[in-house]
């Protein structure tokens, strides 16, 4: 008994010391059988789930998303009151007909063989255990469940405007993220997911006729073979084939069916097989063919960049209504040009890194995961397809720029369901989080940073990072503190003007007047170039940073006294006299977010 006692007070010790490591797990066994011609499907699941928190648990929760289809759902009634349209949707789901619903519902939910009470919430299934979870603890939950695939409305449904016929993402009832911060059961209104690790043992059944493309390892190949052998036979009668996949260490499971698809594969970089679904349209053809070695390139640029895709598949589907990424797979919109299709495969790739190893909490910190994203795609499309662009990231400072002066703009920790701004939400996630880290490398020089990017992707993969996590990081490669841009950057709407108030004769050249005109401090870097060609270039560090970057030009640059945030002005004596000085520039990288450029600048008046 003693041994016993003084083994659980170490665990609870281990779990409180190292309380960001700690990760619930699930094992999941489900099988499901749907019904093409109705979009109905039915089965069983059976979770083993694992309680690897400091604390004793209650209660457990389900995710029902499917049931966010139809009339009068939280997620319709949001649509309608948001303060701009939300353009990922365009069919008003109060308009929806019942053969054009969704729902997901679960009967006989047990613990350990026993009944347990449960409490539907629409897109939350709230279940009080019987017996309650300890720390280190383990249970059976067993249900049945069956559902209505909707129409492509978001991301997942029936008959895609490309004529896919079915793409299931968020099918099933999927248990709910226990972490540090509580339970995550935010109801689901059309934005982001979280998710516990665990693994998938996946059947699916239906009409042979279908591929299926999944998450996850087909376990039985050469049965699915004999299928397709009888579908060429016209005489052969209708039947249905199991499909049996296999995801491990995976936070969801997602598949699509369609009797039209062609499937290639392709080597991927470290024995990684690419799969590719698409549909026999000779129109699309020629594009998905030539994307394949481009994906490849795109994996082995991601796994150079940042670190090695864990697992040996993935795999490309035509499906959805856009572009979003799953485990071990994606689905997108196929009738692309080259360009678009390129991009799109780019981004959700990359998600795989950011999104299904690191596994941020979208909902609460979503541009950790579609800003990187967005930052990482735009580097690797780049270099793969030899565009040669100066400013890669133009476009995520373009967007930013739009952002920070459209008056609409809320703090970057908002929960990703209260932004009142559907354009807010977007360009905050994608276009602020991509420029977070920009101007990262503004701040700490481009070599520190990919080395920031390889560890933190070292460390937290399967973890479940949180922006703090990042920073810790950040600082301990750089030597820089970094509180102050993870403060002001994503928990405020504070901008970066800095402005060259001046310029005066003095008596050892010349006065050079700086300004600070909004809240968000910076250090900065001033090139002064004379009119005899001559350049000359200056860093001002700021006193918050504790520290500073080393030189990441090819010229030699002469270190100023730190600029302390709390004056708004700073004064940087030159060598050169005033008449002698052609231009001066504030950033010359373009890598700092300055919201007003055009004050950025001196240009010596016309003689």
Not at 513 to 522: A, G, N, T
Request: aromatic letters at 14%; glycine letters at 6%.
């Amino acid at each position: 008994m003693k041994s016993i006692f003084f083994s659980l007070l170490t665990f609870l010790f281990f779990c409180n010391a190292n309380a960001q490591y700690w990760q619930q797990h699930v094992e999941y066994s489900m099988e499901v059988t749907l019904e093409h011609e109705t979009a109905q499907y039915s089965g069983n699941q059976k979770l083993v789930y694992t309680n690897n928190s400091p604390e004793t648990l209650h209660k457990v929760f389900y995710h029902l998303y499917f049931n966010a289809f139809k009339p009068g759902s939280e997620m319709a009634v949001r649509l309608k009151n948001a303060g701009d349209k939300n353009r990922r949707f365009s069919v008003d789901l109060d308009t929806l007909s019942p053969a054009q619903q969704g729902f997901l519902k679960v009967s006989g939910l047990t613990q350990d063989g026993m009944a347990v009470k449960t409490v539907d919430a629409e897109t939350i299934l709230e279940v009080t255990l019987n017996t309650p979870l300890g720390p280190g603890q383990s249970t059976v939950l067993e249900l049945s469940f069956n559902g209505q695939v909707p129409d492509v409305i978001r991301r997942a449904g029936k008959n895609s405007s490309e004529g896919i016929a079915f793409s299931m993402a968020q099918w099933y009832p999927k248990l709910a993220e226990y972490d540090l911060e509580g339970w995550n059961t935010d109801p689901y209104t059309g934005r982001e997911f979280h998710g516990v690790w665990g693994d998938f043992d996946v059947k699916i059944t239906l009409d042979k006729d279908f591929t299926v493309a999944a998450s996850g390892y087909l376990q039985n190949a050469d049965d699915i073979g004999k299928g397709y052998s009888e579908r060429k036979n016209p005489k052969t009668k209708k039947g249905n084939v199991t499909w049996h996949f296999i995801a491990p260490q995976v936070h969801d499971f997602t598949w699509a069916a369609d009797t039209d698809y062609i499937h290639d594969t392709y080597p991927g970089p470290n024995e990684v097989t690419l799969h590719f679904f698409y549909k026999n349209n000779p129109e699309i053809i020629e594009n998905w063919k030539k994307l394949q070695p481009d994906t490849a390139k795109l994996m082995d640029y991601y796994n150079t960049t940042l670190g090695l895709y864990p697992y040996k598949q993935y795999s490309v589907v035509q499906g959805g209504d856009g572009g979003m990424e799953y485990a071990m797979l994606t689905l997108i919109t196929g009738g692309r040009n080259y360009g678009s299709l390129f991009g799109v495969t780019a981004h959700e790739l990359a998600h795989s890194w950011f999104q299904h190893v690191l596994a941020t909490n979208e909902t609460k910190h979503e541009w950790m995961d579609e800003g990187f994203t967005s930052f990482i795609s735009a580097l690797a499309s780049n270099e793969v397809l030899e565009q040669n662009k100066e400013f890669p990231l133009e476009g995520s400072y373009a967007g930013y720029f739009r952002l920070a002066t459209s008056g609409v703009e809320m703090p970057q920790s908002t929960n990703a369901n209260r932004y009142e701004h559907n354009f807010a939400y977007e360009s905050t996630a994608y276009n602020k989080g991509a420029v977070f880290l920009g101007q990262l490398i503004y701040l700490v020089g481009k070599e520190t940073f990919f080395k920031i990017l390889q560890t933190y992707y070292e460390e937290w993969k399967f973890k479940h990072p949180q922006p703090n996590d990042f920073r810790r990081i950040a600082e301990r490669i750089s030597g820089i503190q970094l509180q102050w841009y993870l403060t002001d950057w994503t928990q405020t709407t504070n901008k970066i003007d800095y402005a060259i108030a001046a310029l005066d004769s003095h008596e050892e050249g010349s006065l050079l007047r700086l300004e600070r005109k909004e809240l968000m401090p910076m250090p900065l870097e001033i090139l002064v170039v004379s009119k005899n060609g001559d350049t000359d270039l200056h860093y001002i560090p700021i006193s918050l940073m504790r520290g500073e970057k080393e030189n990441p030009y090819s010229m030699d640059w002469t270190v100023e006294k730190d600029w302390a945030w709390a004056n708004p002005k700073y004064e940087l004596i030159l060598k050169q006299k005033k008449e002698d000085i052609e231009t001066i520039l504030i950033d010359p990288s373009g890598l700092m977010a300055d919201i007003d450029k055009s004050n950025n600048y001196y240009v010596a008046p016309a003689e």
